[in-house]
């Protein structure tokens, strides 16, 4: 018995201790990062407001096309876009060049900040791992 007390005190200390050094990710920096990433290389085209122009470029604010899976997402940022798509029940047919000279950590965070910003609530953050992962 006291041999399994011990062990399992022990257990839970190198749980304990272990679980310290896993960081989560921290998605409000990733949110403050990526809105200068949007003003750098999004804003042009999409405003500042984040309603994109009527009939050109689709809006980001309030928009139901964020909660695409984040998959997709991500390969828009790095491949581009080029076929019509339909936002908030509109159709946008202007083509979106690659962006993929920008980091994996600017492209999440860029994401981040549109899917967290101008009425967007989505607070699974994406991560630089996952943009990684997709970057051919």
């Excluded at 050109?56 to 899976?69: E, S």
């Amino acid at each position: 018995m006291y041999k399994v007390l011990v062990s399992s005190i022990i257990a839970i200390g190198v749980f304990i201790i272990a679980s310290s050094f896993v960081q989560k990710y921290d998605l409000p920096k990733s949110i403050e990062r990526g809105k200068e990433v949007y003003a750098l290389y999004c804003m042009s085209c999409h405003m500042e407001d984040g309603n994109g122009t009527t009939d050109v470029y689709p809006p980001l604010a309030n928009t139901d096309y964020l909660k695409k899976p984040v998959e997709t997402l991500i390969n828009i940022v790095l491949l581009g876009q080029s076929e019509e798509i339909t936002v908030n029940n509109n159709k946008y047919n202007w083509e979106m060049l690659p962006l993929n000279y920008l980091s994996d950590e600017q492209i999440a965070d860029v994401l981040n900040y549109a899917r967290n910003s101008w009425n967007n609530k989505i607070p699974v953050a994406i991560t630089p791992e996952q943009v990684k992962a997709l970057r051919k």
